[in-house]
Structure formats: C-alpha cells, structure tokens
C-alpha cells in the first residue's frame, strides 16, 4: 500500500531529529486531546502523516501524498472524538515511530494494517457498510 511505501522509505532516510520531530506531533496529538481542543489534536495527527511522508525524502511521493491525505483530513478529527478512538490512535501513531526506530522492514505491513484499522472502521460506521 501506499503507507507501507511511505514508511518503508521513511524508515531508510529519516535520521534521529525526524524521529524526534514525529514523537512531539505525539505529544501535541496527547496534549490537544487531553485539553478537549480536538480540531488542534487533529491538526497534530495530519501534520505527522505529512511528516512522516517528508522523511521519504521524495519530492515526488511527497506531492502524491499531499493530495492523497488532503481528501481524507476532515476523517481525522471525526477518528478521534471519543477517548477510546484517540487511545488507539496515539498507539498507532507510537508504533510507528517505534517501527521507525527498529528499521525493522517486517513489521511494516502488520504496523500499517493496524494504524488503518481503526480510521476504516471509524469509515465504515459513518457509510453503514458491514
């Protein structure tokens, strides 16, 4: 999937202060909830994607993507709004970085499908599809 690709190619390029940057959009995504200012929480949790994307070092993956997740960035305060949601958004956000961390290319696909999940399933509610 695209997010595989973004993250297998992150994982080769991004450095430590990459890594430290997408651990404090962590925090502000924790920070902003904790404080109920959702729209603020949301704009942390897309500014990490793009991040994320950024440390592909590919200017054009990096256009792709923009369009890409510029299409979904209204899910994403929707995905967060009960604290059940947000806890495993925060956890997968984490893995992530702790994927990063590893350079562990076979954890790829199972971190990816499980950061998915729950914006799926969050999509699936909202459209009434089993």
């Known amino acids: 999937t695209l997010d595989e690709d973004v993250l297998v190619l992150a994982m080769r390029k991004c450095t430590q202060a990459n890594i430290d940057c997408l651990t404090d959009y962590i925090k502000q995504m924790r920070y902003y909830f904790s404080q109920g200012e959702l729209s603020k929480a949301a704009k942390a949790d897309y500014d990490f994607h793009l991040y994320l994307?950024?440390?592909?070092?590919?200017?054009?993956?990096?256009?792709?993507?923009?369009?890409?997740?510029a299409l979904f960035e209204g899910s994403?305060?929707?995905?967060?709004?009960?604290?059940?949601?947000?806890?495993r958004a925060d956890q997968h956000h984490q893995d992530i970085?702790?994927?990063?961390?590893?350079?562990?290319?076979?954890?790829?696909?199972?971190?990816?499908?499980?950061?998915?999940?729950?914006?799926?399933?969050?999509v699936r509610q909202k459209m009434n599809i089993d």
């Not at 950024?54 to 054009?60: D, K, S, V, W």
């Not at 994403?76 to 806890?87: G, P, S, Y």
């Not at 199972?110 to 399933?121: D, F, I, Q």
Request: glycine residues 4%; proline residues 2%; hydrophobic residues 40%.
């Open 53 to 69: 994307a950024g440390c592909a070092h590919n200017a054009f993956l990096m256009r792709i993507i923009q369009g890409v997740y």
């Open 76 to 87: 994403i305060e929707k995905n967060i709004r009960t604290e059940e949601l947000f806890a």
């Open 97 to 122: 970085v702790d994927c990063l961390k590893s350079k562990d290319e076979s954890k790829v696909p199972a971190v990816v499908k499980r950061s998915l999940s729950s914006w799926r399933e969050n």
